[in-house]
């Protein structure tokens, strides 16, 4: 092993395990390994460079300042105002629609503020029907988190990934590429939920609720806080300004229209859209870096940096040569299905943006080995990298849901493993059935 591949191994090692611990805000623990790799020489300044202007980067600030216009000019508010109408008039049926309205809206916006806005919603309606909101607010969570799922820009993570396979020579995916596998996971893990949801889940009686969750009150754990940014952002209610959220949509519209032709990568359309609802004073330059979520773009970028030196320093290499001859003999099949297990298991530890370092070239490498595809490796990445389903740490919306349902531990467990059991069974099939080898 040489002096570069041993440093950057104890810098990941002592990054995973900080990682672990939880004591230190994630984006930290990702831009102290980075300073180390740089001052040590594993790594290039332009190297770095390349990793704090990465397409993911850009196309992730570029998204997070269009949903904090949409945030801003009223529409989610006015949005969550008229579901919860209709939850009233056609009860415990509502709240599963809602429900499904936030996991379809976040195959498309960050889904911190569709949390942060439908969990009281769904707490009150609840009461008002005398059911107790413990059974659905876990849902609401766990609905979001596989919304994201299901496009190229649900997530930090399915961008993260595109970007890396990028760089080791794969085509970068379609924005809708994911969809046909996405949906799948989301429907099967849905219905998981509307039938168990309340048989795992023990009804106690709640406190009175509060208009809004106090985010200020929030104690995020760096893990949770580091992957998908900040509650407080959103605490407060926006009033409607119809022609501000009109043009908001219609921005947001256009940039995933634009995208799915691939009239221009996702990267170019989102950020073009971010200045255009500047210029059009949709919402003011300050604001629009109000909303950029910088422990969300430093977390990715200190993580690339270290994905870069695993690859140039012939870590990632040695590892997945390590790998591939373990699972010698076996099929293409079943190399899929434990890169999505072990994919699924490190996702319950660390941030997504560190499994998608690790194992986006492991994906690659491995597939390459075996003579196939790596398009259904990197498609498994990208969903068990996000489908932190059994611990209510392991991605914001459950931390968020988890103080103000009451609940404990267990809960999660109990709900969350046979979730990712599931999901990884559909996930596996779906992805054999459309990303052939």
């Known amino acids: 092993m040489t002096m570069s591949q041993l440093i950057t191994l104890v810098v990941l090692v002592a990054v995973v395990v900080a990682l672990i611990w939880d004591r230190l805000r994630s984006d930290v623990v990702a831009l102290t390994g980075a300073a180390v790799l740089l001052m040590t020489g594993v790594v290039r300044p332009v190297e770095v460079q390349s990793a704090f202007a990465s397409p993911a980067i850009i196309a992730l600030a570029s998204l997070f300042v269009i949903a904090y216009a949409m945030e801003l000019s009223g529409l989610l508010d006015a949005a969550i105002a008229r579901v919860t109408r209709l939850c009233e008039k056609i009860g415990k049926a509502g709240l599963w629609l809602l429900i499904a309205l936030a996991g379809a809206a976040s195959a498309f916006l960050n889904n911190t503020p569709i949390v942060v806005l439908g969990a009281p919603v769904v707490r009150d309606v609840a009461r008002s029907l005398q059911l107790s909101p413990k059974p659905f607010l876990i849902p609401l969570s766990y609905a979001a988190v596989l919304g994201g799922c299901c496009t190229l820009i649900g997530t930090s993570t399915n961008l993260l990934v595109n970007d890396m396979a990028s760089v080791a020579g794969q085509p970068r995916f379609g924005i809708f590429e994911i969809t046909p596998v996405g949906i799948l996971v989301a429907l099967s893990g849905g219905i998981y939920l509307m039938l168990f949801s309340q048989v795992l889940i023990r009804a106690e009686p709640e406190a009175e609720p509060s208009p809004r969750p106090d985010a200020s009150a929030l104690s995020e754990p760096g893990l949770a806080g580091g992957q998908v940014g900040m509650a407080a952002a959103f605490a407060e209610q926006a009033g409607l300004r119809p022609a501000a959220a009109a043009t908001a949509a219609t921005v947001f519209v256009t940039v995933v229209v634009l995208a799915a032709l691939d009239i221009a990568p996702i990267a170019a359309c989102a950020f073009a859209g971010a200045v255009l609802l500047i210029l059009l004073r949709v919402l003011t330059a300050e604001e629009a870096y109000s909303g950029l979520r ?27 040569a390590g790998l591939i001859h373990s699972l010698d003999g076996l099929s293409p099949f079943l190399a899929l299905v434990i890169i999505y297990g ?87 099939a779906a992805i054999h059935a459309f990303f052939p080898f």
């Open 294 to 320: 910088p422990e969300v773009l430093m977390l990715i970028a200190g993580m690339v940096v270290l994905g870069i030196a695993l690859d140039v320093t012939g870590l990632a290499a040695a590892v997945t």
């Open 342 to 428: 072990v994919t699924l298991f490190a996702t319950e530890l660390l941030s997504n943006a560190t499994v998608a370092v690790l194992f986006t070239p492991i994906a690659v490498s491995l597939a390459e080995a075996l003579h196939v595809s790596p398009r259904p490796f990197l498609v498994a990445v990208m969903i068990a990298g996000s489908a932190a389903f059994a611990t209510p740490f392991g991605y914001q919306t459950n931390v968020l849901v988890y103080q103000m349902g009451g609940y404990n531990y267990l809960d999660f467990v109990k709900v969350g493993i046979p979730l990712n059991l599931i999901t990884w069974m559909v996930g596996v």
